[in-house]
């Protein structure tokens, strides 16, 4: 009989993520109901908020519980069906696939994918995944980019900065990335089009954008806070926009997040910073997806995907996210594309 491997949290992480903080489970896999599909998962997207998930802090979906499995985004096969709408063999994306081998997914909140020729499979759970929605409304809906302004991206080699940024560059902005490592910073200059890149590791951030961006920041696509984003915040002009997209220097802490120490820049600059969350945008994935596929097919979008192998790695490889050692969308292989 088929079993189903699955990570369990087994308490909430102090700290960094630990491989003790889940437990490892295999169970028989239910019989299904009418209207239900099994999935075989093949990719696993690990997220900078699967550590959030983890925690019990304030936020935008119920904290994952102690015995639950962990959640998490996947693409899979269906391996057999009792819906009408869709076959074995279909390509899917389970509404919370989990961290498992095969999920039980419900047909209403399945989504079939249609895998576009060219475009490898990984593509939609980054660029043309949630990964792409965050780049692009953050930075068009929040943002609100216009030509010739100035535009500072923090993790901007990570997966949503490196869209966001080269979004930017379409929109006419000049385009500064923050980023760990000469390597990172070479690729946002050097393949991706960006005006510049600080890597934060080897320079001092401040200096440096006051360099790369002599009339100032219009917008702040913030990935990270902290020291990175006090130094952005605090050479943001008049009427400047912080786009919240995550504060990830923080996410492996208790506690309140503290924000930029100039709290009254905000009133005498008349600047606004918003956070957003990218289900808010679900239902206008379409446009996000339209504009993204054109850009891709005009090479005008590049993306990096980091697959690592095996779902029994995805707790380590977590971790990747906080130290930087992964290179673009970070992703399990939990089997083999059919
Ligand atoms: N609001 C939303 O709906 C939404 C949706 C998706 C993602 N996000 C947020 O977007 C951000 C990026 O997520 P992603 O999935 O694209 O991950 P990612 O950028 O591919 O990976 C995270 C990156 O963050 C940087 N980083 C980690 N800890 C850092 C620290 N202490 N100081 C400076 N940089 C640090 C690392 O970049 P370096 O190698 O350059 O150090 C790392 O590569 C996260 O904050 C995430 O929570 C928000």
Redesign the pocket.
């Known amino acids: 009989m088929t079993k189903n491997g699955k990570w369990v949290l087994r308490h909430r992480p102090q700290a960094a993520l630990v491989e003790t903080d889940l437990d490892w489970v295999q169970e028989a896999l239910p019989e299904l109901r009418d209207g239900e599909l099994l999935v075989r998962n093949i990719y696993l997207s690990l997220?900078?908020?699967n550590r959030?998930w983890m925690s019990d802090r304030e936020q935008y979906l119920p904290p994952v519980q102690i015995g639950d499995t962990m959640r998490g985004t996947t693409i899979g096969v269906v391996e057999q069906s009792r819906s009408d709408r869709f076959a074995p063999g279909d390509i899917v994306m389970p509404a919370m696939g989990g961290w498992q081998d095969y999920t039980v997914s419900p047909e209403r909140m399945t989504r079939k994918l249609n895998v576009a020729p060219g475009i490898p499979l990984t593509a939609y759970l980054s660029v043309l995944g949630?990964?792409g929605l965050?780049a692009y409304f953050?930075l068009l809906d929040i943002g609100q980019p216009k030509e010739g302004e100035t535009l500072v991206l923090?993790?901007?080699?990570?997966?949503?900065?490196s869209i966001a940024g080269q979004i930017g560059k379409i929109k006419g902005c000049h385009v500064v990335g923050?980023?760990?490592?000469a390597a990172?910073c070479d690729w946002l200059t050097e393949e991706l089009g960006f005006d510049g890149a600080v890597d934060?590791?080897a320079q001092e951030v401040g200096a440096a954008l006051d360099r790369l961006c002599p009339t100032g920041i219009d917008i702040d696509f913030e990935?990270?806070g902290?020291a990175?984003m006090e130094a952005v915040f605090s050479r943001l002009n008049r009427n400047g926009r912080m786009i919240l997209?995550?504060?990830?220097?923080a996410?492996n802490d208790e506690g309140p997040v503290p924000g930029p120490a100039d709290f009254g820049r905000i009133l005498m600059q008349r600047l606004t910073v918003r956070?957003?969350?990218?289900?808010d945008y679900l239902a206008r994935a379409g446009e996000a997806f339209a504009d993204l596929g054109r850009w891709i097919a005009e090479g005008r979008i590049k993306w990096k995907d980091h697959v690592v192998p095996g779902l029994e790695k995805a707790p380590d490889s977590l971790q990747?996210?906080?130290?930087?050692?992964?290179d673009?969308?970070?992703l399990i292989r939990v089997s083999d594309e059919p």
């Open positions: 997220d900078p908020t959030i949630p990964t965050t953050g923090s993790a901007a080699a990570g997966a949503v900065g923050i980023a760990g490592g990172k934060y590791k990935n990270v902290g990175i997209c995550g504060l990830i220097s996410y956070g957003f969350i990218v289900i990747l996210l906080f130290t930087g050692q992964h673009g969308k970070l």
